[in-house]
């Protein structure tokens, strides 16, 4: 662990390595190393938040911690709808990467700002990252508990949640990019809603004929108002993985088109090791279509199954 002798320009600028680490690894198409920096970051605030309690200010910037938050835990909310812990061991490593609850007790403030306002970068407000962490709590109980009922209650207040967020949309500047973004994001969420705690399955009509076309057009139109753009904005890759683990076999050529314009803009991404996750995963649908494949289904996602065998651990922003 780093010393005490340092002043709080040499902290904020620590963490701020970590997160441009974080970021170099994802760029060079990292699916594990990426995390370390992740984890590292997580113990330097943890550090210097108890050896610095007093007013918010001494640790370090409030403004570099705000920042700093953003990034990872965007990053550990899609994690953690690929990964989830098979065994004990790694089940205290998932649990020390942890973003979301521990981070923003020790540094209050975070929580002060509107939930529901998005993130101008990346169009993610935390309220959706809580739906989205939601999710992937229950996800989790699935895989611990077998496969247990629907919890109509859990159900019904999400999706109450997210018709809020849409309504605060409708308000907003549709012009902007960050618009597209965030209902990328939504229409992605809506689809992991009802996959997971809805327990429909990948060829429900809710997902097929009403969420999933949603969320191809918005994808589609993002790549056309970003243009030559593409390459250096933020984009919602997560919303992509999601659509290309529900598409049906006929629309699978659509989602390549828009891999392939990807990989040729943002060469040095996480593009490839998506797509490469994404074959993997339509591969398995088709050996079990075949029945060449024999698959229990412990959980909902099998895209967790398949990236825990590859595995990797997914970066998708
Ligand atoms: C848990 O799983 C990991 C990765 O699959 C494996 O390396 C490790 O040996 C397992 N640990 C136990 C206690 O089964
Ligand atoms: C269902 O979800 C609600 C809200 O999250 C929770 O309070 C309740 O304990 C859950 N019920 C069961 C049976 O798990």
């Not at 010393?3 to 904020?12: A, H, I, P, Y």
């Not at 370390?36 to 050896?51: D, E, F, P, S, T």
């Not at 076309?213 to 139109?221: A, D, M, V």
Request: aromatic share 10%; net charge negative; glycine share 4%.
């Amino acid at each position: 662990m780093p010393g005490s002798s340092t002043t709080r320009c040499d902290r904020d600028a620590l963490l701020l390595l970590m997160m441009f680490h974080c970021l170099l690894e994802i760029a060079s198409g990292s699916t594990q190393e990426w995390t370390y920096h992740m984890k590292g970051a997580i113990q330097v605030m943890k550090y210097y938040r108890n050896l610095y309690p007093g007013p918010r200010d001494v640790a370090f910037s409030p403004e570099v911690v705000k920042f700093v938050h953003i990034f990872f835990i965007e990053k550990d909310t899609f994690l953690r709808t690929t990964t989830m812990p098979f065994n004990d061991t790694e089940k205290d490593d998932f649990d020390s990467l942890r973003w979301s609850t521990e981070i923003s007790s020790l540094f209050p403030f975070l929580n002060s700002g509107n939930p529901t306002r998005a993130d101008p970068c990346m169009g993610l407000s935390p309220e959706l990252l809580d739906i989205i962490s939601s999710i992937n709590e229950r996800a989790r109980d699935q895989l611990t508990s077998g496969r247990p009922e629907i919890n109509y209650t859990l159900l019904d207040t999400l999706k109450s949640r997210l018709h809020k967020l849409e309504l605060i949309r409708e308000t907003s500047d549709q012009a902007q990019l960050v618009y597209l973004n965030s209902i990328a994001f939504q229409e992605a969420t809506w689809i992991y809603l009802h996959h997971i705690v809805g327990n429909q399955p990948r060829e429900s009509e809710v997902i097929q004929r009403f969420h999933l076309p949603k969320l191809l057009e918005i994808i589609e139109s993002i790549h056309q108002a970003q243009g030559i753009h593409l390459c250096y904005m933020p984009y919602p890759m997560w919303a992509l993985f999601i659509a290309s683990c529900v598409v049906p076999e006929e629309r699978r050529v659509r989602i390549l088109e828009l891999f392939a314009l990807l990989k040729q803009k943002k060469p040095m991404s996480n593009v490839p090791s998506t797509l490469c996750a994404v074959e993997a995963i339509w591969k398995r649908r088709d050996l079990e279509a075949e029945g060449t494949h024999r698959y229990s289904t412990a959980h909902q996602n099998l895209w967790v199954d398949v990236i825990s065998q590859l595995g990797w651990k997914m970066s998708l922003t």
